[in-house]
């Protein structure tokens, strides 16, 4: 149950991110003006706009290399996770939605490190596979997110990210399209300690 609620996070979430991108500094004046357009495009994608209010408006906390950390905090919940975008995308001619790689601590539902990805479009429930330094983990998806699929690999899986260079996320859209997505592990190790010092 944890899962399918935090799937509505993680779409608030990316838009988040997405907007915080645009961002050079810290300063919650620039923040505001950009985050505006990247959420207005995405909501058609069904984004429902309680899930804001629900967890909290998330904010951007540090950088470390190709890795943000951001918090949300909501009236009963807190959420800090690491965030990351792809660096390469295959095949580059396939139209699709952003796609984003979170890792996540909710200390009031004593979840820690829970990996979760969102592919930019709807994937078969099966099939879809993370892969790092020659280790292969299925995952479990439902619409364009996607858990690892044996949670108790989890712990096993992070502490790899954690060790590794680069990850790379396979799967199938319902159209059956293949998709390859690679994300850099530079600055993970940094960013999950920070998490961890947010929400122990």
């Known amino acids: 149950m944890s899962r399918q609620i935090f799937r509505g996070f993680a779409v608030v979430s990316a838009l988040a991110f997405a907007a915080a991108l645009a961002c050079t500094g ?7 003006p950009k985050a505006a357009k990247p959420a207005a495009k995405a909501e058609p994608s069904g984004v429902p706009s309680a899930d804001t209010t629900k967890f909290g408006k998330p904010s951007k906390l540090a950088s470390y290399g190709d890795w943000g950390v951001f918090l949300a ?15 390469d995308r295959a095949p580059a001619g396939l ?9 996540s601590n909710r200390p009031g539902e004593n979840v820690r490190e829970e990996f979760s990805v969102i592919m930019g479009f709807p994937m078969k429930e099966a099939g879809a596979r993370a892969e790092i330094a020659g280790s292969g983990f299925d995952l479990i998806a439902t619409g364009a997110s996607a858990w690892i699929k044996n949670q108790a690999e989890e712990a096993k899986f992070v502490d790899a990210l954690k060790k590794g260079s680069k990850l ?19 600055g993970l190790s940094q960013a999950l300690d920070r998490v961890e010092k947010e929400c122990p």
């Open 26 to 32: 810290p300063a919650s004046s620039k923040t505001k």
């Open 73 to 87: 905090e909501g009236e009963k919940s807190k959420t800090c996770y690491a965030l990351a975008t792809p660096k």
């Open 95 to 103: 139209k699709r939605d952003p796609a984003y790689v979170f890792i």
């Open 168 to 186: 790379i996320v396979k799967a199938a859209s319902l159209r059956g399209h293949v998709t390859t997505d690679g994300y850099s592990l530079n």
